[in-house]
């Protein structure tokens, strides 16, 4: 059975595309036609303007051509009467099928994998960045180059063509593997700064809590809400890929770090997972996971399933977690209560709003063991005195000092997890 859907003309010199999918059976065709859905949203995010869109049912994909010969040929029929000049299969590709859609259907053929490396390669913005995506890129690229010297020509521009592709047209698998070899060592080297500003955040006492989610759930809007800070935000897909971390302090004292991170999607490519790594491990080293959900997309259940997913890949998934239902100010009294009920120990908020983000910031201190507790400590005159008590102020919340000469007594409010190495060696009273 075949969809097609209609939509204005595009603007002039804009990609046209057509967005091709496959259901297995009739109890994934709703899931198919989301996904096509999303896959139109990547399209926009990579200035495609979508003409028409195929669902073909069949039980497999077939290996030469991906669909059967029939809605092939009805595919190429349509495209030729809409003007499509690309056409983008919400599948990876095998070199083959590549290969042979492209010459059945004489115009640009990509995959979802092309595309989601398309806009990695647009939003990377950092060294680090940058250099994963093209890590990513080029092992996409190297299965594909044998006897893909038709498709790889087309690398020049448009979708699933920025970054290494522009340089390497005539690049060989030798030195395609020599330049990834050297990516891979920067990025080591990367790795091991990044793991030594890690170390250095977990002598202290701020834990470290993670944003994760599935791409433009809101996790920028909230990390902004809780840091105060101005990070990018907006409804384009995979806005963040570099990590930012930055401290929050509650009301009582404590503080904790928060680190947002690159979106994840539903199939993100196992190149871009293994390129990212590095990235990741900001996750994976995390003491708590607040995993952001958009409560009003109907796909709520498969983007909790595809950020899990990733999770597993990066060995995260036994960090403890918050479940935060975000956006909950899109939500009506009935839909409110049909997401309450299926996920009764998330939090409901609006990162965008401000509200419910009290009610967060408590469970947070609760997980961490962030509440504090009162002590008042004696200090006699000592060579090491200064520096004690400037470990106070550096990791609890001085509520008072005095000192008369003869000794110094502070009253501090330590937070519950780092009383144990920070005050109960020192005198308590």
């Known amino acids: 059975m075949t969809r ?12 046209r595309a057509a967005l091709v999918g496959l259901a297995s059976g009739p109890a994934v065709r709703d899931a198919a036609e989301h996904s096509l859905e999303e896959l139109a949203g990547l399209a926009d995010a990579v200035g495609a303007e979508v003409r028409l869109a195929l669902i073909q049912e069949r039980p497999r994909p077939d290996p030469a051509t991906f ?25 990876e590709l095998t070199p083959a099928q590549l290969r042979n859609l492209e010459k059945t259907l004489d115009r640009r053929v990509v995959d979802r994998t092309q595309v989601i490396l398309d806009i990695f390669a647009r939003r990377a913005r950092t060294r680090e960045g940058k250099l994963q995506v093209e890590l990513a890129q080029l092992k996409y690229l190297l299965p594909r180059l044998v006897g893909a010297g038709a498709a790889l020509s087309r690398l020049g521009g448009g979708i699933g063509t920025r970054g290494p592709g522009e340089t390497k047209l005539e690049t060989d698998r030798r030195r395609l593997r020599d330049r990834i070899a ?19 955040r977990q002598q202290g006492a701020s834990p470290t809590v993670a944003l994760v989610g599935y791409t433009n759930a809101g996790k920028t809007t909230l990390f902004n809400r809780l840091t105060r800070a101005d990070a990018v935000a907006s409804d384009a897909l995979f ?59 109907p796909d709520l259940d498969r983007h909790i399933a595809a950020v899990r997913t990733v999770l597993d890949e990066v060995d995260a998934l036994d960090v403890p977690a918050l479940l935060l239902l975000n956006k909950c100010d899109r939500l009506d009294v009935d839909e409110r209560t049909r997401v309450r009920t299926a996920h009764p120990a998330a ?28 002590y008042t400590l004696t200090f006699a005159p000592g060579p090491d005195v200064a520096a004690r008590i400037a470990r106070l102020y550096k990791h609890a919340r001085v509520v008072s000092h005095q000192d008369d000469g003869r000794q110094t007594i502070v009253e501090v409010d330590v937070p519950r997890r780092v009383a144990a190495w920070l005050v109960e060696p020192m005198v308590t009273a």
């Open 4 to 15: 097609l859907r209609r939509h204005d003309p595009p603007a002039r010199d804009s990609d």
């Open 67 to 91: 669909l059967g010969s029939g809605k092939l040929e009805t595919l190429r029929l349509a495209c030729d009467e809409s003007d499509v000049n690309i056409v983008i299969f919400d599948n």
């Open 182 to 200: 050297s990516i891979t060592r920067e990025i080591a080297a990367v790795k091991s700064h990044r793991d030594h500003l890690r170390a250095k």
């Open 239 to 297: 806005v963040t890929l570099d990590p930012l971390v930055r401290q929050v302090r509650l009301p009582e004292g404590p503080t904790f770090m928060v680190s947002d991170t690159v979106g994840f999607i539903d199939r993100l490519p196992h190149t871009l997972v293994a390129a990212f790594r590095a990235t990741l491990e900001e996750v994976s080293s995390a003491d708590l996971l607040l995993h952001v959900v958009d409560a009003s997309t």
């Open 347 to 374: 939090f409901e908020l609006s990162a965008l709003a401000g509200d419910g983000i009290d009610q967060v910031l408590r469970a947070v201190a609760e997980r961490l063991a962030l509440d504090v507790q009162r």
